[in-house]
């Protein structure tokens, strides 16, 4: 049993999905890089659980009930606080760093551990994600949040990359397994450069609307498959570190995107703003609002046009750690 006096501080970074949003729900392969904005959550002894001040609800925070019911069962009540720079519902993946954050520190206290359990951690963020999610994520989120860097989702094990776990998911359209694997990439000279469009629209809506379309016209798996293809191709150029043929990639994956009806006028307008700066650029996440990304090595021009189009910049390199303890 834990040390209910233990105070604890964890943070854990948000994602950049480069490749591969959607059709990794499908099995396709997807690419997700942890970014240097973070959440961290302070948790201290209480006499009854909160969160910023209000009651822990299983409403307003379902991610943080599920994780306390399975880590933190016999322990003692905590106020959490949470602080962080990584916008909600905005595509960043906010939520499954929360669960990270929160869970981290939840293992910590329970069982007084140095060493965070990774696989377990990452599977409990995943599992709250497809609870928020109606039954539909993959464990991108979640895993880039814990294990941080570069992360590749597949339905097969890879040669690329190190491979970490298997996860599966019982999904409303059947069983899902996906093989995850991480990736060492980091260079000195590239940027990513996020721009929100202010536009919240949630995942488990957009998710839904393409599980939808496809339900209609089977045939456009095919445009879930074509995504794979660029996919991968984006896989190779990253490992040969071709950052000119990465961002190809990333352009060509939108153009995808929005085939598939994922976009909205607000990111068109940021990825038009961004393009002329940038080595490629698309949607992140859900779409349908939240954030685009533009891979360059000039964030300072390519910021400033986005900021010029209407959106909020966020700029981050490749490489950042994952869930930490902090104190
Ligand atoms: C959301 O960050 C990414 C999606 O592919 C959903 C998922 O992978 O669960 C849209």
Redesign the pocket.
Known sequence: MGDATMSMVASAPG?C?LF???A??YGQP?VAVAIEQRLTVAMTPAASWSVDGSPLSDKKHPHIVMLKDALMAENSPMSMHISGDIPNAS?L?SSAALSAAVGAAMHHIATEHDSLDKDRLSALAHLA?AHA?NG???P??ASTSVEGGVVILSNEREQRGDWLYTRRLETPEGERTWEVHSLSAAADDIYLVLGNTGVHAP?SH??AMVAKALAAEPQRMQEIEAIGIVARRGIDALIRGDYEAVGHAMSENHLLLRNLGVSSPELEDLIQAAAPSSLGVKLT???GGGCMVALTRDPKTTGQAIELAGGRVLISRLGNPGVRIDE
Request: proline share 0%; net charge negative; aromatic share 0%.
């Open positions: 994602k999905i591969g949003e959607h990794v729900v997807a595509g993946g994600e999610q539909r994520a993959s991108m989120d995942t957009q998710v996440g859900a779409g």
